[in-house]
């Protein structure tokens, strides 16, 4: 017979291997309850424009969807807009599209389901983006890696719904650690990490558009040899509402957006992702050739003051092999591309390390590289282009643009989960645009800096 204290053990060990999203959504989560179809989650903004909003739902059992939509806080004179039948096979999700808004407005919305109220007052709302092109105040926020356990991130969400105002946030993968393309598994991970009250506050009045990592994507390191990653793909598209993903004739999770002056490209970093060990002979690549030839094609259009490229992966030379630094020959031609068109505004963002740097890449363009949101942190050895660097806690970033200023004005806000701002960092516009170098950070510098060995790989 087993002594009682190894059978413990055994059974303590068999839970700590057990899968991320059977093994911890439980408890934070409880399981629907019997009865009337309810919301299961709180309604969430997805992609919003200046002449529609993406409203996303989350419900209990199988429903006709559908939102009202007024600019009174009473909800006099609403405007009631049918949405899809939601269902098992998409996990009892569903987006309303809510088009015919005006710019720059506050709309109030309430959720329908089976033409029954589903929301109490007071009605959340939203304000719609400025018209295309117009010039004026941006602030959005940005980070990654969500944390193993749903409940990591939950301070740094309610952090940004009580502490800030932002326009919108950018989710820029790890956002969630299913490490598994089971849609099941993927589900949970995302249900628990969004039942938090700051989370679902935030998200009832700021949109939040997202890309995903390899975490969220598949296992880690994943890259386009991913069984199942279409799996993925259509679990992503349920939890979240962009403006689109991927092109008609392209999977993926990519999609580009405008909110005034400022433009945002958003990539998809695993899909078509070569792995990151095999050698280059001039193929290898992280987003595929339709999506670098959609990249090039949508710069190119692009006649914003600022273009913002987002992606999983750091784009900076000194990073971990998992990042641009494994496709030299592919971010060489995207930089080669902007400096033969002359395109010099741009704003690189990623995420990944569980720090969070900033970084002057080939002394041309700004990267920020932001989070965790709420996994636990890692550290980073000083890096030639580094100029700001954070580790330590959990970070979100913050960027506060004015085009409407001349020139325009950029600033960059670090944010430390309950703690507060931590670093508050105002641009010229030649250091935007590459004209001026930014100093790198030296070495010991920062108080939250520590020196370490670069990790081989990375968390
Ligand atoms: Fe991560």
Redesign the pocket.
Known sequence: MFPRFLVLALLASAALADDYGSSTASPVVPPPQPGPVYLQLAPMLGHVGPTEARIWVKATGAAKLAVRVSERADMDGAREIAGPEIKAASDFTGVVVVPELKARTTYFYTVLLDGQPALARPWPSFTTAPADGAKGRLRFAFG??AGKEPWLDAATWADLEARTSVDLVLQLG?NHYANTTDPAKQRAAFIAHRSHAGFRALFQHTPLYAVW?D?DFGVNDSDGTQKGKEDSLRTFSEFFANPAAGEPDNSGVYFKFSRGDVDFFLLDDRYHRSPDKVPDDGTKTQLGAKQLAWLKRELLASKATLRVIACGGEWQGDSVADSWKSYAREEQEIFDFLAEHGIKNVLLLSG?R?FTAAYHVRGRFIEVTSG?LG?PGAKSRPSPEMFAYHDGGRFFSIYDIDTAATPPAVALEIWQTSIGLVEKRAFTWEQVTGGAKIEPRLPGSSTSHTESQQPKTK?
């Open positions: 990654s890696c790890d990592d975490h990944d569980h965790p996994s968390p």
